[in-house]
């Protein structure tokens, strides 16, 4: 085989590894995101329970660097103590340790297994929790596919007269072999990656045991400056978690490399096969950082806050105030477009898919003040509200000039209905400040809190509102038939679980429980305000099927 032929083949080997590993992360997002969003707030007050579930949600979403940017917003938004995030992050990276281990393993029989099974599911339902289950099923039975391919794909480097020869000078340069391994990590942006395919190296002779222990060394240290590379431009509480990770795992790479290289260790203890020792190392140099990092973890943060500001950036107050000033000063309403309805009305959607945004940031903001609120970020919620009543008077505005102009059939169309979605964005603005504020407000005041089993019934509701919300923002760009029928059918679905939620609700207060007495028309009224909203958000769907002929009166027709 000729170099050019292995690199092709070892180039799409790695691209279904990342592309598999995409897809089983975003399917468990979308499924799970916002569940697993809410179990992590829960556990992140105590460090053990923090390590562990950033563990438990790195294996689920096979990348730490997902949980390092979830962990360092939750640190922001002031949700959780750096300390505990921090410790989170480092249970996160036992975790993808572990996935290269499980993955390690022979799991070819699932590859036919996983890939049909998802595939029946994702073409068998329209829910979106089936579909995306049967898209983390395909990406696992893809993943494995990966791993075969480049074990088949390096076989031929066995009797390579050039490969030896590179091999043995990064055995002579463990520095160099160390940077090649960082820096190529941080383009895969993917440490998973990275360790599997020294492991695939490893298992069939190509590198050394010891070698492979240098280059999973710098997999780590070029692992733990994505995130704070991807965070680099955020508010400075924002990368306090990232750069904590920064400074415990890349410190911790380079002491163990120069560990390594003097005292030149035994790796008997990492078990006899070569790709076991690399496997094996990896989790041990994750462990040892989480343990020896418990006790440091206050050293750590302080250090990691001193370098923050020495960084400079404005204060997060300061940032929003910025933030909020220049959306309300820069437009895509361009008025030179007028005498151009079409145009005009293409910028009427950009602005109205801004006014979506912040509208889904709102949204998002609500749940957390349920869990956690002061005055100061009630105030602030309310005041991104003025900015979304701003943006409706402009569009609406700016859509009464166009209609002075002459426009086609389907132009006069497009104009009313992004009229009547700017309405109903405006109208979910108003009930999470005037009413859902209220609830939290309420709720602070009297120092009451939801039971375990209210608050998970109300997380999920909400997680379903805000799935939809998406749906129905990228249909307001899309107009896809496929995602306006799944709207509809989510809302149908929403009315079903709204009333087994009261149901249980009203269940729990039949026996007494007093958490849910003290809570229970906070409970039932934000519910049936997160129904209202969806249902407003589900009326995008209405003109695109009744376009297409899907809509029989107000209902959806079957098939």
Known sequence: MSGSVFFLHMAGAVALLLWATRMVRTGVERAYGNVLRQRLRQTLGNPVLAALTGLALSIALQSSTAVTLL???????????????????????????????ILSFDLTLLVPLCILTGTVIFLATERRQWRQFGRILVGVGLLILSLEMMGEASEPLRQSTIVPLIVGYLSDDPITAFLLAAVTTYLFHSSIAAVLLLTTFAARGIVSPELGIVMVLGVNLGSSFIAPMLTRSSPPSYRIVPLGNLLMRGLGSVVLLVAFIVFDPSLERLGSDPADRIIHAHIAFNVLILIVGIPLSGLILKATQALVSLQGGAEDDKVDQDEEIQMAETSALDVSALDTPHQALANVTRETVRMCETVEFMLCRILELYEKADRKSIAALAAVDDTVDRRHAAIKLYLARITRHEMTEDDARRCQELLGVCVKLEQVGDIIVRNMLAHVQKKMERGVEFTSEGWRELAGFHASVLANARLAFNLLVTQDTETARELVMEKDRLRDVEKETSQRHFERLRQGTEQSVETSSIHLDTIRDLKQINSLLATFAYPVLEERGLLSGSRLKAG
Do not use: N, W
């Not at 962990?71 to 290269?100: D, H, K, M, P, Q």
């Open 71 to 101: 962990i360092g917003s939750f640190a922001g938004l002031g949700i959780v103590t750096g300390l505990s995030g921090i410790l989170a992050v480092r249970g996160a990276e036992v975790g993808s340790a572990l996935v290269v281990k």
